[in-house]
């Protein structure tokens, strides 16, 4: 894996962000940075992560991501709002 990328604490500024929460919480980061970070954080973790296992993160996560984070991975990623799994939870807004 690459090394970690630096996301400012704008984006984590509830927690202290550590090498170990990049390594085991994984889908937190990545709808945390989908929620909250720039578009250059995005780009990181997708870099980090890897593209398919990011878009495979988002897709299968049971929280409830925001509409501009779904948005954003449906642009990145070319997927439709269905292909999301917390949109069984609620439509789109």
């Not at 988002?58 to 292909?83: E, G, M, V």
Request: glycine share 2%; charged share 25%; with cysteine.
């Amino acid at each position: 894996m690459p090394a970690i990328p630096h996301i400012s604490k704008r984006t984590f500024w509830d927690v202290d962000i550590s090498e170990n929460d990049f390594k085991n919480s994984y889908e937190w980061v990545i709808t945390r940075v989908f929620d909250r970070g720039t578009l250059d954080e995005v780009c990181l973790v997708i870099n980090y992560y890897g593209f398919d296992f990011v878009k495979r993160v988002l897709q299968t996560t049971t929280d409830n991501l925001p509409n501009h984070s779904i948005l954003l991975a449906r642009a990145i990623f070319k997927l439709n709002y269905i292909d999301f799994k917390c949109s069984e939870k609620r439509p789109f807004q």
